[in-house]
């Protein structure tokens, strides 16, 4: 399993148009990608990262930071490629 931890950019956080993007991004992933909200250190409950629904219900907002995960071949390029996204503001 491969994980990395970053902070959501987008001044919105992720809802709407940022959660839309990266729930896109996900889906075309060769790696089936999940997304928690990091509380006092410790990651939260994963959701499925290609869910626009799914993202905004972790109630991420600026700043915050998250955990994707993946497992498998493409792992780290899924989980890479997302970050990158993540470190953007998308609003």
Excluded: C, F, N, W
């Excluded at 896109?24 to 869910?51: C, M, N, Y």
């Excluded at 972790?58 to 993946?70: P, Q, R, T």
């Amino acid at each position: 399993m491969y994980r990395r931890r970053t902070a959501v950019a987008a001044s919105i956080g992720l809802h709407a148009r940022p959660a839309g993007l990266l729930a896109q991004a996900a889906a075309k992933s060769l790696a089936r990608v999940r997304i928690a909200k990091v509380v006092d250190g410790a990651a939260g409950e994963p959701v499925d990262a290609a869910s626009v629904l799914s993202l905004m219900t972790l109630a991420a907002g600026h700043g915050d930071e998250v955990e994707l995960s993946a497992d498998g071949d493409h792992a780290r390029e899924a989980v890479d490629a997302l970050v990158a996204l993540l470190e953007q503001d998308l609003a």
